[in-house]
């Protein structure tokens, strides 16, 4: 089992800057890639971006490009998601998600991952 606590969530104005942590324990973490999703009021969960298990890699949704940056220090067991230049459409509660290593599957799809934290909400006012 990988268990997984976000935190670093909170209120912040349109154009505004976040850190979101996520840390982990329980398994050997850099044998996970980790993932970040969101989801807003009445929406899908959806997919943020990923970073691979020694950090070499990463994933982005083409809707954070360029404004969001997915960091790990495997050290300190945790991933980051530092969130810059923040919009309204960004609100939604935010899930940490983690994964073997060895997995093939599609890394946008939420059923794909195996371990989720309980979320920490983000809501950008405008």
């Known amino acids: 089992q990988v268990q997984l606590v976000e935190s670093g969530g909170g209120l912040v104005q349109a154009g505004g800057s976040l850190r979101l942590s996520c840390a982990a324990s329980g398994r050997t973490f850099s044998n996970y890639a980790m993932g970040w999703f969101r989801q807003a009021p009445g929406k899908e969960r959806e997919f943020v971006v990923a970073?691979?298990?020694?950090?070499?890699?990463?994933y982005y949704a083409d809707s954070v490009k360029g404004r969001f940056t997915i960091s790990r220090d495997n050290t300190k067991n945790t991933v980051y998601l530092q969130m810059n230049s923040l919009k309204a459409e960004d609100t939604a509660v935010y899930y940490c998600a983690a994964r073997y290593y060895t997995s093939t599957s599609v890394l946008t799809l939420a059923a794909n991952w195996r371990y989720w934290g309980q979320g920490t909400q983000v809501t950008v006012s405008s």
């Open positions: 970073i691979t298990r020694s950090g070499d890699s990463t």
